[in-house]
């Protein structure tokens, strides 16, 4: 049997459900052991907002539609797509090839915790790799683009990946499909308009964060994770994610503020983290000592975010693109796509977010020079209040 998860009324349960531990965890790497930041590496990548559907990390895609969860996980495989059928059509009669029996041992449950850090691990270091002929190596700048308290399962079995692509005449499909990456890549830029993000929260913060890299495979479904990479003075920032799409039923309007939150809560995580983690001690005491009171933990995936910062900034990331959706969009349109993302948190299990999100509407309507530290603050206290 299937789990479906309608991407348009619930974007997923696991949605960004690793971001507290994503974006400060890459720091626990002595940059000089996992990052090789050259010159011609912060050139081609300073100031930019790069999009891309890497070919290694869409091996990695593939291999895992092709695990017993993959086929039957929406969250974690698009299965709603002539591409997905392409997918299945081309490598089926590859699904008992040893790569696949391996994952498939990592890999083993349907919206589990375990199995999703296997998943995310995966398709993240992936981008760490390119081909060199039939031979899979490291591109040399980034050793690991995952967690450092998890191996590096992509490493372990590359000769597993190796002998897959080449049994299957994976780059011979890749190639194939390039025209159609392409496009997705058109499409995703036209919905996210990441120029327009980034100058909200960089003059809302007063902070500047220049380089991003956002990787996607037409195959993921609604299982988003970040990280971001600091070495020689250089930050780049990494968000993996799902393909955008049309919905032709909606306007376009409505249409970019239902794809951009996906990406600008994955962006403004680097500007909250670092001022609520300064509140962590007062968190833990006002949400995390009182967890049931803003965490519904029947609710699948909300065990992803342990402690009150982590909950706290679920909340205010969240809650902040509403404030970018005013600034930015016809009232209309942002009143008509906030309701369904209320109700997205609402069945995530995160208790109270309207709320949450009315009274920092409501407080920054009253100044909207108000100081980003001085709002996040001012949500703290009003938590303190609840």
């Known amino acids: 049997m299937k789990i479906i998860i309608n991407k348009k009324t619930w974007i997923s349960i696991l949605s960004c459900i690793l971001f507290s531990v994503t974006i400060f965890a890459q720091k626990s790497y002595p940059p000089a052991e996992n990052l090789n930041f050259t010159t011609k590496y912060i050139k081609a990548n300073k100031n930019k907002f790069i999009v891309e559907t890497p070919e290694v990390h869409e091996l990695g895609n593939i291999a895992i539609a092709l695990t017993k969860v993959g086929q039957i996980d929406s969250n974690m495989i698009n299965m709603n797509t002539d591409y997905y059928k392409k997918v299945m059509t081309y490598f089926k009669p590859f699904e008992n090839h040893p790569l696949i029996d391996t994952l498939n041992k990592y890999i083993h449950t349907p919206l589990e915790k375990n199995s999703y850090y296997y998943y995310f691990t995966i398709k993240m270091d992936a981008c760490a790799f390119v081909f060199n002929g039939d031979k899979i190596e490291n591109e040399g700048y980034i050793k690991k683009l995952s967690w ?30 390039k025209k159609y990456y392409t496009e997705l890549v058109k499409t995703y830029k036209e919905l996210n308009p990441v120029a327009k993000m980034q100058h909200w929260l960089q003059n809302k913060f007063k902070v500047e964060y220049g380089s991003y890299k956002a990787v996607f495979s037409p195959l993921v479904g609604g299982s988003h994770a970040a990280n971001n990479y600091e070495a020689n003075g250089f930050d780049h920032r990494f968000m993996f994610i799902a393909a955008a799409e049309y919905d032709k039923n909606m306007t376009l309007e409505y249409n970019i503020l239902f794809e951009s939150r996906v990406l600008f809560t994955e962006i403004d995580h680097h500007f909250v983290n670092p001022v609520s983690d300064k509140k962590r001690e007062i968190l833990k ?22 402690d009150g910062f982590s909950v706290f900034n679920e909340f205010m990331t969240w809650s902040l693109f509403s404030l970018y959706a005013y600034d930015n969009y016809s009232e209309e349109e942002v009143d008509k796509y906030l309701k369904s993302m209320v109700k997205n948190m609402d069945l995530r299990g995160f208790l109270h977010f309207d709320e949450f999100n009315t009274a920092l509407i409501a407080k920054y309507n009253e100044n909207k020079n108000i100081s980003m530290p001085d709002l996040i603050n001012y949500m703290i206290e009003w938590c303190s209040k609840k």
């Open 285 to 306: 005491e006002i949400i995390g000592n009182n967890r049931q009171k803003w965490v519904n933990d029947t609710v699948t995936g909300t065990d992803s975010y342990p």
């Open 148 to 177: 450092p308290f998890y191996e590096n399962p992509f490493d372990k079995h590359r000769e597993l990946f190796e002998d897959f692509a080449k049994k299957s005449e994976f780059r011979k499909f890749y190639k194939s499909n």
